[in-house]
């Protein structure tokens, strides 16, 4: 368990967001998440609105039917959390 979870607890919202933190440079699909994560597809649809939401991950339709996720590296917003999580990982065990 990492830090962040120490803190804040495992949820799927985390999960998701942690992931996207580590693949901070690339985009991805829900299914490629869910993959990753072990989370269930609906899952993981359900918890990525809040992030998009709130701007700290971008979503881009990609044809009729797909979808791709990015954290939105121009939000300050996304900024303050990725210092937030390189700054916790410090006190990592």
């Known amino acids: 368990m990492d830090v962040l979870e120490k803190i804040f607890g495992k949820t799927a919202q985390m999960t ?16 490629g ?3 990753e994560t072990g989370l269930s597809h609906s899952s993981v649809a359900r918890v990525i609105a809040p992030l ?31 210092e937030f999580y390189d700054r916790i990982q410090e006190f990592a065990d």
Not at 16 to 31: A, G, M, P, Q
Not at 70 to 78: A, G, I, K, P, Y
């Open 52 to 82: 998009v939401e709130t701007g700290i991950v971008k979503e881009k339709p990609l044809g009729k039917q797909i979808r791709t996720f990015s954290l939105n590296m121009d939000s300050e917003l996304t900024q303050l959390v990725l």
């Open 16 to 31: 998701v967001l942690k992931n996207l933190i580590s693949h901070r440079e690339d985009s991805t699909y829900l299914s």
């Open 33 to 35: 998440i869910a993959e």
